[in-house]
């Protein structure tokens, strides 16, 4: 049983910084990719960043400069540093693992760690 766990969230002025992590457990299998989420209420959920076993990073627009995705593979963890934080940033951030088992890809998503950017 995959078991998907983020940690780091919290409540940070204007302009600061938080680090969230997210460890995966529970596979035999490698982890092909991690990525980070974030939905707001009422909104769709968004694809913040996302790094593959060998490194490759993608990153939306609106954090482009702003958050670092990095990944341990030994610890099957990822972690988004988040610096420059904005009010907009608001959100409830959920980690995906997938994971290829038989050929085929699998999502696995944590409970989520709320983040709030407020003065």
């Known amino acids: 049983q995959v078991q998907v766990v983020e940690s780091g969230g919290g409540l940070v002025q204007p302009g600061g910084s938080l680090r969230l992590s997210c460890t995966a457990s529970g596979s035999s299998s490698s982890i092909n990719a991690l990525g980070w989420y974030r939905q707001a209420p009422g909104k769709e959920r968004e694809l913040i960043a996302t790094i593959l076993s060998g490194g490759s990073t993608h990153y939306a627009d609106s954090v482009k400069g702003r958050f670092t995705i990095s990944r341990d593979n030994a610890k099957n963890t990822v972690y988004l540093q988040m610096n420059s934080l904005k009010p907009e940033d608001t959100d409830l951030y959920s980690c995906?693992?997938?994971?290829?088992?038989?050929?085929?890809?699998?999502?696995?998503w944590g409970q989520g760690t709320q983040v709030t950017v407020s003065s």
């Open positions: 995906n693992a997938v994971i290829y088992t038989d050929y085929e890809p699998y999502d696995y």
